[in-house]
């Protein structure tokens, strides 16, 4: 299942920094967003989410910000550990004729770096 | 683990074959939701089910079917193989007919058509 030759933004991060992955949305009508985390060979992780009618949510070492006026999500991984090396994907609940669709982005790797 | 199951865990075929991968979702969950990740395309939204009805449907080819049994579980058929399906097919499962909460993915079916 690992993402090898998928031509993915990469963040390197050294250990105990502060990660920031950004995502940009296309449907102003989106109104649920979503991050997951996927490892090599395994499936996408349940990380945060957020509803369109808040702009920040905090977790466990992460935080979701959104900005709807320009369309613009990003997770921030606080103290980033080697545990958090992944792929990360932004997805949006996308509403539409064919039924709503969880519609993910393309992802960004994170290396973190000891 | 997320409590969906999806089998087999790897599947090797032909092209013009047919195969059917199969997926049981979190206990009490109703939806359940199939993508596609390869390797140029990220997580394609196939299809999904609810209750046993078709709810949504996405760019899933004409070759592909799929169906939710009453006992919820989903089955994917795959026919006419052509080596461009070879894919990591991924399951997820939810409680509500919309995905606008967190879906639960399984560890996917990494299909290999030679």
């Known amino acids: 299942g690992e993402s090898v030759g998928l031509h993915l933004p990469t963040l390197s991060v050294q250990e105990g920094d502060n990660s920031i992955i950004n995502c940009a949305y296309s449907?102003?009508?989106?109104?649920?967003f979503i991050w997951y985390k996927q490892e090599s060979g395994k499936g996408p992780q349940f990380i945060i989410d957020i509803r369109s009618n808040m702009d920040k949510r905090q977790g466990q070492r992460v935080t979701v910000l959104l900005n709807k006026t320009v369309k613009h999500l990003s997770l921030q991984i606080a103290a980033t550990q080697p545990g958090d090396s992944a792929v990360y994907f932004c997805a949006e609940n996308r509403r539409g004729a064919a039924g709503n669709k969880l519609t993910f982005g393309g992802g960004t790797r994170v290396l973190v770096k000891p | 683990d997320s409590g969906v199951t999806q089998t087999p865990k790897h599947l090797i075929t032909a092209t013009g074959q047919r195969v059917t991968l199969r997926c049981s979702p979190r206990s009490g969950d109703l939806s359940v939701y199939w993508y596609q990740q390869s390797l140029d395309q990220g997580l394609q939204f196939l299809i999904q089910y609810y209750n046993g009805e078709e709810r949504a449907k996405g760019n899933i080819l004409e070759r592909f079917s799929a169906q939710q049994f009453p006992d919820l579980h989903s089955e994917l058929n795959l026919s006419s193989l052509e080596l461009g399906d070879s894919a990591l097919y991924f399951c997820a499962s939810s409680a509500l007919p919309d995905p606008n909460e967190k879906l639960f993915f399984g560890s996917g079916t990494q299909l290999s058509v030679l």
């Open positions: 449907n102003s009508a989106s109104d649920y």
